[in-house]
């Protein structure tokens, strides 16, 4: 892993309602966004949260 990539669980809804959740490894918030929304841009971010490696 890249010393400068955190760890991020993104929260993210289809327009059918389903949430889902998927780990992401990013140097920040909107690239982690980035990362679901570039292959699926109907989906809708309810929460990017960063993962404690403590």
């Known amino acids: 892993m890249n010393s400068k990539q955190k760890d991020y669980n993104?929260?993210?809804q289809c327009p059918k309602g389903v949430v889902?959740?998927?780990k992401i490894q990013a140097s920040d918030?909107?690239?982690a966004k980035q990362?679901?929304?570039a292959?699926?841009?109907d989906m809708k971010?309810?929460?990017v949260n960063?993962?404690?490696s403590d």
Do not use: H, M, S, T
Request: glycine share 0%; aromatic share 14%.
């Open 50 to 52: 960063l993962i404690d």
């Open 39 to 41: 292959p699926q841009p």
């Open 45 to 47: 971010i309810r929460a």
């Open 20 to 22: 889902y959740y998927r």
């Open 10 to 12: 993104v929260e993210y």
């Open 35 to 37: 990362q679901i929304l």
């Open 29 to 31: 918030i909107e690239e």
